[in-house]
Structure formats: structure tokens, C-alpha cells
């Protein structure tokens, strides 16, 4: 989730039997459409973002990933994360083995939150070694933790 260019997803795609590829840009789904071409009968582009509520541009986990089993979870998508976990309560109750890589530092609260949902849901939780100098203009520069990894 938050794809992008796709760095992540085409660096594992001969690894995977299916991938869904959430990304709510336009100018990015027109571009992943030509990146995963040749891998057209493994990949879902979801031109949304992901949340836990529905809407125009905006959906869920549990309601397009139809598999009972998911292995892996990537998110970066700009203090969603939460939510989007939220929205995958079904995917994540039914995938006995998953690991995750979460971004945590967009919300100054968002680490503390995603931990306590993930251990919740059977997750052993792990942040990435050290800190990262985040800067908003809004508010004064400040240390959090940049990933969450997470796994069961």
C-alpha cells in the first residue's frame, strides 16, 4: 500500500504467486499498469487508498484482497496505517503466518498505536534499529521510529 513507482512490489514480484498494489495517484497507476505488464496474471492495481471505511477513492483490505492467506503487509501511506489495519481485521484474523513493515513516523502517536494493534492481533513487534529527525512545518522537528516490522 502507497506503491508508488513500485520498487518494493517489482523487487519481489517473481517471489510472489499474487500481489495487490494499492496506490490512490493516478499519474503512479498509469505507471505501474506499464511496469507490471509482463506480470499482468499475478497483479491487482487498486486505484484507491486504503482505510477503514469506504468511499469513492478509498477502500479496504478485507474487501479487496480475497485470499484467506496473506504472507506480507507494506504500507507507507501517509499516517493511514492505523486505519488501513483496521480495514484488514478479516485478512489479518485468517493469515496464520504474516509479516509486516509498517511506517510509523507520520503521526507522532502512530508507533505506540500500531504496536498496541499488532500485538493485540498475535504480532511479535519490533522497531527498526534507531530513530529518524522527522520535520513537519507545523510542528518542531522531533525523533520517532520510522518503521515498525511486525510478524506471527
Aim: contains cysteine; aromatic residues 14%.
Amino acid at each position: 500500500a502507497g506503491v508508488a513507482e513500485g520498487n518494493f512490489a517489482l523487487s519481489v514480484i517473481d517471489k510472489v504467486k499474487k500481489i495487490y498494489l494499492f496506490e490512490p495517484d493516478d499519474n503512479w497507476v498509469e505507471a505501474l499498469k506499464y511496469t507490471f505488464e509482463p506480470y499482468k496474471s499475478k497483479v491487482v492495481i487498486i486505484n484507491k487508498g486504503i482505510s477503514n471505511y469506504l468511499d469513492y477513492k478509498t477502500t479496504t483490505i478485507d474487501r479487496e484482497v480475497l485470499e484467506s492467506e496473506v504472507d506480507f503487509i507494506k504500507m507507507d501511506i501517509e499516517g493511514e496505517e492505523f486505519y488501513a489495519l483496521e480495514g484488514a481485521q478479516r485478512v489479518i484474523s485468517s493469515s496464520k503466518h504474516m509479516k509486516c513493515a509498517i511506517c510509523a513516523y507520520h503521526q507522532e502517536f502512530a508507533y505506540a498505536i500500531l504496536k498496541d494493534f499488532l500485538i493485540k492481533n498475535q504480532f511479535c513487534v519490533e522497531p527498526t534499529a534507531g530513530y529518524m529527525w522527522y520535520f513537519n512545518e507545523m510542528r518542531p522537528w522531533i525523533l520517532r521510529h520510522g518503521l515498525i516490522r511486525a510478524e506471527k
